[in-house]
């Protein structure tokens, strides 16, 4: 069996992909990873889609030089609204955190009603509710945009009676419609889990993290490309702030070496817009 | 009386800044307005203070280009860090938000008692508490960043369940101060007064966008530079989303005309880092 010792790139507009890179990591554990958070600027969900696609394309282009077998789109909003554009150009397999999750909701519903929150950009391409209907035709996707849920996080207010008032505000249409089974569709929204499981008991819970790590794995092992390496993460970023290490240590769930910082000109050189000139 | 008939150019981070232009607009009614928001690059409040000084030089550079004969920085966050390396290369008068509001909150106090609400990187600069100490050398200043104010205000829940809860969270440490004044710290809590009046009986809320406009004038009308013209609102953006037209229109108070929309491209062409290559 043949190995690959190149390392796998994983982006996202900030940090919340770290929620996604910690299920790789445990999924994956001889891979060595290249991690890129652009959070000079994030967020990327209330960009215009031409935005986020450049954007995805100027992250994409620098995990490449980075020679990664394997890209993992560890953002909701570049999965929704840029996947087909950046699987045009990029040379290796990219891998949404759309799909796999939306797969898994598909057969783990019991009744056919599946739940989905993210924030307003992912929930306005309905790129969820299209990825579900494409694994089960039958199923009711009912979708909730929770556009407080990110800055609850990263303030910290992971349990406090505001952050129950907003869940109960948001989780209430979904729990009209019976739902059985809830898509986590924001990487930020894991470290909500306790209390979204209190407010919906007995509903399923799916971690787009995991649901994509499960993916990851199988289409290296389906190419014989997984490694066998030491592990290791290189973080890089386009800004970093005072409250980085406190946030990237609670979304990976072990502490962080200090990112590199890559500045935003070396980020967009030679990038065009789609449809710019060459 | 001479006049002046070039334009003011106001620039924000996103479009917060717009209910500052309202105030400006009411108090100089014969005024042409220039105003950019940087959407594309929203929020500049977890930048670091470097990168805010790079993208609030770039927003001077394109206002400067429109033949300006002031211009008032309608951003909290670019008030706090980037004065000094605004003032030290822009030609015409530079106001801010802090400075007015400052001056105003010293001048109102009756308990020597002051507290200053505002983002996270806004509170963190101090800006607030330091510019008070030069007007009221014995105040005490009680300051608080609530991070989750500008979501709130942008999902539109400026009073529900939730925003008293979190509204109650963040004040209970300045009311346990007895604070008779509150400086609103950033350009979109006005929006929330009334909340804030409710749990706040009797205290004094200072609308840094009213003092911005009243400094404006002063400086305009000590220097014979008011205009006598019709009135007109240029509005540029970085970046159109859906919510632009409902929000710009609820923070200026009237109807909007759609936003010319310029490339990040031609913000940052010739722009360096300051310290970078000439």
């Known amino acids: 069996m043949s190995t690959d010792p190149r390392p796998i790139g994983v982006f996202d507009s900030g940090i919340g992909g770290l929620t996604v890179l910690k299920h790789l990591a445990r999924r994956l554990p001889h891979e060595r990873f290249v991690y890129l ?25 620098f995990l490449l030089k980075h020679d990664v077998k394997m890209i993992v789109v560890a953002c909701n909003t570049v999965s929704a609204v840029a996947m087909d554009h950046l699987r045009a150009f990029v040379p290796v397999p990219v891998v949404s955190v759309i799909e ?20 307003r950009a992912t929930i306005g391409s309905d790129a969820y509710a299209k990825a579900i209907q494409r694994s089960a035709a039958s199923a009711f996707v009912h979708s909730r945009a929770c556009p407080l849920f990110v800055p609850l996080v990263e303030e910290g207010w992971l349990d406090t009676a505001a952050t129950r008032a907003i869940a109960e505000e948001y989780l209430r249409p979904l729990q009209a419609q019976e739902i059985d089974t809830l898509v986590l569709g924001c990487t930020h929204y894991p470290l909500l889990a306790p209390v979204l499981h209190d407010l919906l008991p007995g509903v399923h819970l799916i971690d787009c993290g995991a649901c994509t790590a499960a993916e990851a794995a199988r289409v290296l092992e389906s190419t014989d490309e997984v490694a066998a390496e030491i592990p290791r993460m290189d973080l890089y970023v386009t800004d970093v702030t005072p409250s980085f290490t406190t946030l990237a240590r609670q979304f990976l769930g072990m502490p962080v070496d200090d990112p590199v910082v890559v500045s935003l000109e070396a980020l967009t050189l030679n990038s065009v817009r789609q449809g710019g000139r060459p």
């Open 100 to 119: 796999p999750a939306a797969a898994e909701a598909a057969a783990a519903t019991r009744n056919q009603h599946i739940g989905v929150i993210g924030t």
């Open 37 to 61: 958070g652009d959070t000079a600027r994030v967020p990327y969900g209330n960009r215009s889609d031409e935005t986020v696609r450049l954007y995805a394309q100027q992250c994409a282009e």
